[in-house]
């Protein structure tokens, strides 16, 4: 028998050339049994114990008894009163992704919900309420853009007032966007103001 040293990562290795070699018949013997073995098998891989089968599970959104009025995609911010850079209160980003007006299939309350690409992390969550209480004006310097305050946000999961402004890819959008806002307000403001029993 004959020595091999393999020295390519910096170790000595050495095998004896007996071990290295087989005989061709005792290859194509192997390669053949491991067929038979994997022959149910689709995938071709050895089978793992302790394998786990998943099952698909069904994540509810929150939005399962509501019916879309509106949705769009935009870009929200919120005005921080605390941070403030030279003495004055600054704008942040609270996200990009589909803004959605939601009217509730049983009491007929109307929502304003945002939600992150990508994450879908709630950004703003709060009930349209009516014009006198929730004004929608346009932005300062910008026909894309719509500014509201909110009592009630709960977006992050606390009640909080807020003060949003959302910006739109187009004035059309922007414009739809106003237009369905206002339908909101009002059907809030008659289901509100009628009678409970």
């Known amino acids: 028998y004959q020595r091999r040293v393999h020295g390519t990562d910096g170790f000595r290795k050495e095998t004896r ?11 194509k013997e192997e390669a053949a049994a491991d067929k038979e073995e994997n022959a149910g098998d689709d995938s071709g891989a050895p089978p793992i114990e302790g394998e786990s089968k998943f099952s698909a599970v069904e994540t509810l959104s929150g939005e399962e008894d ?10 929200l911010f919120r005005f921080d009163k605390d941070e403030k850079s030279d003495n004055a209160a600054t704008w942040k980003e609270r996200g ?3 803004a959605k007006l939601l009217r509730h299939k049983e009491n007929h309350k109307i929502r304003f919900l945002m ?44 009640p909080k007032e807020e003060i949003f ?6 004035t059309e959008a922007a414009a739809k966007f106003k237009e369905e806002f206002s339908k909101a307000q009002t059907a809030m403001a008659e289901l509100l103001a009628a009678p409970t029993s």
């Open 17 to 27: 050339m007996a071990e290295v070699e087989k005989p061709q018949a005792e290859v």
């Open 96 to 98: 990009t992704g589909t």
């Open 165 to 170: 402004a959302i910006r739109f890819p187009s």
């Open 66 to 75: 509501e019916e879309v009025l509106w949705s769009g995609r935009s870009k």
């Open 115 to 158: 939600r992150r690409e990508g994450t879908l992390k709630i950004c703003a969550n709060h009930l349209v309420m009516p014009a006198s209480e929730m004004e929608l004006k346009p932005s300062v310097g910008s026909d894309r853009s719509w500014v509201w305050n909110t009592a009630c946000d709960v977006a992050d999961e606390e």
